[in-house]
C-alpha cells in the first residue's frame, strides 16, 4: 500500500502535466511543433527534468492502444521518480499524436518531440513505418514494439543512418506458424475434418501472419476453404461468413487486429456459429473486447509476444488498476518495460543525452539482456535491431478465454499448466 500511495502521490504530478500534454498533441494535431523552441533542450534546461517523449496513437484507429501506452509509461515514470529518479534527476513525459501513421503526423511528431528537448522516443506501437524514417533524423534512442517486418524492412534500408532504432520485440511472421501449431494439435480434441479458413486485412502485419498460417496448412496436408483479405477496418462479414458456415472449417483463424473488426467478427459469427474452433490474433489481449463481448467472449483463442509473465501478471495488475481504475492492456506491460530498459542503459552509460553510447549499449544487448522485466527477457538481434523471441527471451504465450480471464495455456512451446475448455458453441 505504501508503494501505491507514493506513486498515486507522483502520477498526480505526472497527470496534471500529462493531461495537458495530450490535450495539446490531439487538439493542434502536432501542428504546434514548429512553434516551439528550436533549443533541443529547452524544456528540460527550465526545470532540470529529464524529458521522455510519446510519440503515440492518442486519436485515431489505435487510440484505446494509446491509451494503454500511455498509461504504462505514466506507471513506470511515477515508480522511477518516487525512488530518485534517473542520475538524479526527474523524469517528465511530453506527447505527440501519431494517429493513424501518416508521414505528415510521424514527421511532425518527430520534429516536436526534438523541439521539446526529448532524449529518448517511446511510442510503444504505431501504424506503418513512416515513423522509422521520421525519427530515424535524430539520434536520440527510439524504442518501439510494432511486431512488424515492415519497420525492421525500413531500419535496413539504412542501418548507419538509423541507428538509433530499435523494435525490441520480434516481427509477425512467427505468429502465424505458432498459432497454427498449438490449434491443429489440442490435446483430446477430435477436429471433424482437416479444412481451415482464414480472413485478415489488408495491412503488411495481417498478410503476413495469414501467410505464416497457411504456409502451415499447406505444408501439414490441411484444406483452405476460405483466405480472404479484407480493407483494413472493415466491420461487414456476410460474404465471409456465407463461405464459412457452407464449408464448416474445423478452425477459423481471424486476423482481425483492429477492435471494431474483431468484435464486429465475432459477433457476426456467434449469430450462427460453425463447429469450428476461433483463433482471433492479438485483439483479445485488449480489455475492451471481453467488455464489448461479454460471456460471448468465452472460448476464444489467441496469442501474443506481449504479454506480462504469469509470475509478474498478477501484482502488475492491481497497481495498474489501482492508479487508473481500468484493466491493463498488453501495450500497459510492455510501454512500462521500454522505460525501465532506457533507465538501465542510461545508469550504465553515466549519461542520458550520449546517444551514440546508449544506442550502442542496447544494440549489444545481447552482452547484457534487459533481464527480469515484466514481459521477460529483452535481447536486441544487433544486425536487424529487433528483439528475441524464444522461452528464455520474450516468450510467446498462447490463451484461451475462459470464464471472462485470459487463461494462458502455453509458455512459449511449453505448456502452461491450465487446459483449454470446449468453446460454448460447441458444446
Same mark, same amino acid.
Given at each position: 500500500?505504501?508503494?501505491?500511495f507514493?506513486v498515486?502521490?507522483?502520477?498526480a504530478?505526472?497527470?496534471s502535466?500529462a493531461a495537458?500534454?495530450?490535450?495539446?498533441?490531439?487538439?493542434?494535431?502536432?501542428?504546434?511543433?514548429?512553434?516551439?523552441s528550436n533549443?533541443?533542450?529547452g524544456?528540460a534546461?527550465?526545470?532540470?527534468?529529464i524529458?521522455?517523449?510519446?510519440?503515440?496513437?492518442?486519436? #485515431?484507429?489505435? /487510440?484505446q492502444m494509446? &491509451?494503454?501506452?500511455t498509461? *504504462?509509461t !505514466?506507471?513506470a515514470?511515477a515508480? $522511477?521518480?518516487?525512488?530518485?529518479g534517473?542520475?538524479?534527476?526527474?523524469?517528465?513525459?511530453?506527447?505527440?499524436?501519431l494517429?493513424?501513421?501518416?508521414?505528415?503526423?510521424?514527421?511532425?511528431?518527430?520534429?516536436l518531440?526534438?523541439?521539446?528537448?526529448?532524449?529518448?522516443?517511446?511510442?510503444?506501437?504505431?501504424?506503418?513505418?513512416?515513423?522509422?524514417?521520421?525519427?530515424?533524423?535524430y539520434?536520440?534512442?527510439?524504442l518501439?514494439?510494432n511486431?512488424?517486418?515492415?519497420?525492421?524492412?525500413a531500419?535496413?534500408?539504412?542501418p548507419?543512418?538509423?541507428s538509433?532504432?530499435?523494435?525490441?520485440?520480434?516481427?509477425?511472421k512467427?505468429? #502465424?506458424?505458432? /498459432?497454427?501449431?498449438? &490449434?491443429?494439435?489440442?490435446? *483430446?480434441? !477430435?477436429y471433424?475434418n482437416?479444412? $481451415?479458413a482464414?480472413?485478415?486485412g489488408?495491412?503488411?502485419?495481417?498478410?503476413?501472419?495469414?501467410?505464416?498460417?497457411a504456409?502451415s496448412a499447406?505444408?501439414?496436408?490441411?484444406?483452405?476453404?476460405?483466405?480472404?483479405?479484407?480493407v483494413?477496418?472493415n466491420?461487414e462479414?456476410?460474404?465471409?461468413?456465407?463461405?464459412i458456415?457452407?464449408?464448416?472449417?474445423a478452425?477459423i483463424?481471424?486476423?482481425?487486429?483492429?477492435?471494431?473488426?474483431?468484435?464486429?467478427f465475432t459477433k457476426?459469427?456467434?449469430?450462427?456459429?460453425?463447429?469450428?474452433?476461433?483463433?482471433?490474433?492479438?485483439?483479445?489481449?485488449?480489455?475492451?473486447?471481453?467488455?464489448l463481448?461479454?460471456?460471448?467472449?468465452?472460448?476464444?483463442?489467441w496469442?501474443?509476444c506481449?504479454?506480462?509473465?504469469?509470475?509478474k501478471?498478477?501484482?502488475?495488475?492491481?497497481?495498474?488498476?489501482d492508479?487508473?481504475?481500468t484493466?491493463?492492456?498488453?501495450?500497459?506491460?510492455?510501454a512500462y518495460?521500454m522505460?525501465y530498459i532506457?533507465?538501465?542503459?542510461?545508469?550504465?552509460v553515466?549519461?542520458y543525452d550520449?546517444?551514440?553510447?546508449?544506442?550502442a549499449?542496447i544494440e549489444?544487448?545481447?552482452?547484457?539482456?534487459?533481464?527480469?522485466m515484466?514481459?521477460?527477457?529483452y535481447i536486441?538481434?544487433?544486425?536487424?535491431?529487433?528483439g528475441?523471441s524464444?522461452a528464455?527471451?520474450?516468450?510467446?504465450?498462447?490463451?484461451?478465454?475462459?470464464g471472462?480471464?485470459d487463461?494462458?495455456?502455453?509458455?512459449?512451446?511449453q505448456?502452461a499448466?491450465?487446459?483449454?475448455?470446449?468453446p460454448?458453441?460447441?458444446?
Amino acid at each position: 500500500m505504501k508503494k501505491v500511495f507514493i506513486v498515486l502521490m507522483a502520477l498526480a504530478l505526472i497527470f496534471s502535466l500529462a493531461a495537458c500534454g495530450q490535450q495539446e498533441a490531439a487538439e493542434s494535431g502536432n501542428e504546434n511543433s514548429t512553434d516551439a523552441s528550436n533549443d533541443s533542450n529547452g524544456d528540460a534546461a527550465i526545470d532540470g527534468d529529464i524529458i521522455i517523449g510519446v510519440p503515440t496513437m492518442i486519436t #485515431g484507429d489505435g /487510440a484505446q492502444m494509446g &491509451m494503454h501506452i500511455t498509461n *504504462g509509461t !505514466e506507471m513506470a515514470i511515477a515508480e $522511477i521518480n518516487a525512488a530518485g529518479g534517473v542520475l538524479g534527476k526527474q523524469l517528465k513525459a511530453v506527447y505527440a499524436d501519431l494517429k493513424n501513421g501518416s508521414s505528415e503526423d510521424a514527421v511532425a511528431a518527430a520534429e516536436l518531440m526534438y523541439q521539446k528537448g526529448a532524449v529518448v522516443n517511446l511510442p510503444g506501437a504505431f501504424y506503418g513505418s513512416s515513423a522509422i524514417y521520421a525519427f530515424g533524423k535524430y539520434d536520440m534512442p527510439f524504442l518501439f514494439n510494432n511486431a512488424e517486418s515492415n519497420t525492421t524492412d525500413a531500419y535496413l534500408e539504412a542501418p548507419e543512418q538509423y541507428s538509433n532504432i530499435f523494435m525490441m520485440i520480434c516481427d509477425e511472421k512467427s505468429y #502465424g506458424p505458432y /498459432a497454427f501449431n498449438i &490449434m491443429t494439435t489440442l490435446e *483430446g480434441y !477430435e477436429y471433424p475434418n482437416q479444412k $481451415i479458413a482464414i480472413l485478415g486485412g489488408d495491412t503488411n502485419y495481417d498478410i503476413n501472419i495469414k501467410a505464416g498460417i497457411a504456409d502451415s496448412a499447406k505444408a501439414e496436408g490441411w484444406d483452405i476453404v476460405l483466405n480472404d483479405t479484407y480493407v483494413y477496418g472493415n466491420t461487414e462479414f456476410s460474404a465471409q461468413l456465407t463461405k464459412i458456415r457452407a464449408e464448416n472449417p474445423a478452425i477459423i483463424f481471424a486476423v482481425t487486429t483492429s477492435l471494431d473488426t474483431a468484435v464486429a467478427f465475432t459477433k457476426q459469427f456467434d449469430e450462427n456459429p460453425t463447429d469450428s474452433l476461433l483463433f482471433v490474433q492479438f485483439v483479445p489481449s485488449s480489455p475492451e473486447y471481453k467488455q464489448l463481448l461479454g460471456e460471448k467472449s468465452n472460448g476464444v483463442f489467441w496469442c501474443t509476444c506481449i504479454s506480462a509473465l504469469p509470475d509478474k501478471k498478477e501484482t502488475f495488475n492491481k497497481e495498474y488498476f489501482d492508479l487508473f481504475g481500468t484493466e491493463a492492456g498488453t501495450y500497459s506491460y510492455i510501454a512500462y518495460d521500454m522505460v525501465y530498459i532506457w533507465k538501465q542503459a542510461v545508469e550504465a552509460v553515466g549519461s542520458y543525452d550520449d546517444y551514440d553510447a546508449i544506442n550502442a549499449y542496447i544494440e549489444s544487448s545481447a552482452e547484457h539482456p534487459f533481464s527480469n522485466m515484466t514481459c521477460g527477457t529483452y535481447i536486441v538481434q544487433p544486425e536487424r535491431h529487433d528483439g528475441a523471441s524464444s522461452a528464455n527471451a520474450i516468450p510467446m504465450q498462447f490463451f484461451q478465454i475462459q470464464g471472462g480471464s485470459d487463461v494462458l495455456l502455453y509458455l512459449h512451446d511449453q505448456k502452461a499448466g491450465a487446459h483449454w475448455e470446449m468453446p460454448w458453441w460447441l458444446q
